[in-house]
């Protein structure tokens, strides 16, 4: 079959990577793609948002499955919009609609679906801007660090940690009456903090049944040793060391049980991944947060760790037939290290020539933020290159993956050299 991947990062190109790897892969398309899904599939130049542009080059190509990748288009109703349309019905959309995206388009809708559902998670409460005043009381009954989530999608970037109380009443208001996320912020959710080691569980599920994909643990500030502004993630391990057979039967029966029978009990049509965020505090698991896709630089390495035909796997999700399939996971770690525009993530260069990609070895380059120029292989975004490897355990994966990374070049190129630093 035809299969179209949607979106252009780190993430879409690790899919395409798995993806024609299938023999029910007949042709592969990615949109808007980057300058790695080039190599291996066809790119068309089109918006994720773009629902009936994508409509068109659907059925242009006789395409019969669409992979969303990023949440916007998910959040936005893509899964409605095929589901709606009469000449897109027989195309399977893997995505949830646009009321299982909520469990990641609102941060307090996601956190109402865990309390009627009795999942763990941090006690919180939520605000508008008429309610501002209650907030800061409220705030005023917690102790620090305080913890600010903006409701609304705002790029990883709309949560904010803080230590002083003054400076969290001062952030709550410019969330809710000077709009500092924009749309996110009209509501805020504020929420107690856990103090424990964060975690990611992957979980496909075709609304009924559920395969949990590998663990991972990614790492998202910009410096070394955890420190600086928050990132899109600056690199990743999969599995997770610390996640035994005790704690991940905990995680089952706590959260991703209680999470897929609270989508059925709300007849919640849901034909996707679940990432579920999670802290784990003294042996014990909470849930931070739901996305409701693949997250970005962990699925460079769980996707490489799943040696099951993975269109086999998706087809089996929309035709709710997961319980039919088998998930095989490989046995070998993974780690993946990502590498950045000097600046990043704030203001940051595009156009830089990347060199030495044909000198790697042993690694898989997924290409993050790339693009093609005259020939050249250039710098587009924050997130440029994530070198994944495959070793017997995270520690030598990394260092392989370390070794590659200095075959590499461009200007103002950055990556942290302490990716897993918390787990030794």
Not at 263 to 284: C, M
């Amino acid at each position: 079959m035809n299969i179209l991947i949607l979106g252009s990062g780190g993430r879409e190109h690790s899919f395409a990577h798995k993806i024609i790897q299938s023999s029910h892969c007949d042709q592969l398309f990615v949109a808007p793609g980057n300058a790695g899904t080039a190599l291996i599939a066809t790119n068309i130049s089109l918006s994720v948002n773009d629902f009936e542009a994508i409509k068109k080059c659907v059925l242009n190509n006789n395409i019969k499955m669409v992979l969303v990748g990023p949440e916007d288009p998910l959040v936005k109703g893509i899964a409605n919009y095929f589901a709606e349309s009469e000449s897109l019905q027989d195309v399977m959309l893997i995505g949830p609609s646009k009321q299982g995206a909520l469990l990641e388009g609102s941060k307090g809708r996601a956190k109402e679906f865990m309390t009627d559902h009795n999942i763990p998670t941090a006690n919180y409460q939520s605000f508008t801007k008429e309610s501002l005043e209650n907030g800061k009381k409220f705030l005023e009954t917690l102790k620090p660090p305080y913890v600010l989530k903006a409701d609304g999608l705002a790029a990883g970037k709309g949560v904010l940690i803080l230590n002083n109380l003054e400076e969290a009443k001062q952030e709550l208001e410019n969330m809710l009456t000077h709009s500092k996320f924009g749309v996110a912020s009209e509501k805020v959710v504020i929420e107690e903090f856990l103090d424990g080691i964060e975690l990611s569980v992957f979980v496909l599920t075709d609304g009924i049944h559920y395969k949990i994909l590998p663990t991972a643990k990614d790492y998202k500030r910009i410096g070394e040793g955890d420190t600086g502004l928050n990132t899109g993630g600056m690199g990743a391990i999969s599995p997770v060391p610390f996640v035994d057979k005790r704690l991940m039967q905990k995680i089952e029966n706590t959260i991703v049980k209680p999470s897929i029978l609270g989508l059925n009990k709300e007849q919640i049509d849901y034909k996707g991944f679940l990432f579920i965020g999670l802290i784990n505090v003294n042996n014990e698991p909470f849930v931070i947060e739901y996305n409701v896709r693949m997250g970005d630089p962990e699925t460079e390495v769980v996707l490489p760790r799943i040696k099951s035909d993975l269109v086999e796997l998706l087809e089996a999700t929309f035709l709710q037939r997961l319980d039919q399939v088998e998930l095989k996971i490989d046995d070998r770690a993974a780690a993946t290290v990502m590498v950045v525009s000097g600046g990043y993530p704030e203001d940051y260069e595009k156009g830089n020539e990347i060199t030495g990609i044909s000198d790697v070895k042993e690694s898989i380059i997924f290409h993050a933020g790339t693009t093609q120029k005259k020939g050249k292989i250039v710098t587009n975004g924050g997130r440029v290159l994530a070198i994944t490897t495959l070793d017997l355990n995270y520690k030598e994966a990394l260092k392989k993956s370390y070794q590659n990374i200095k075959k590499l070049h461009f200007n103002t190129m950055y990556y942290r050299r302490d990716i897993g630093f918390d787990l030794s």
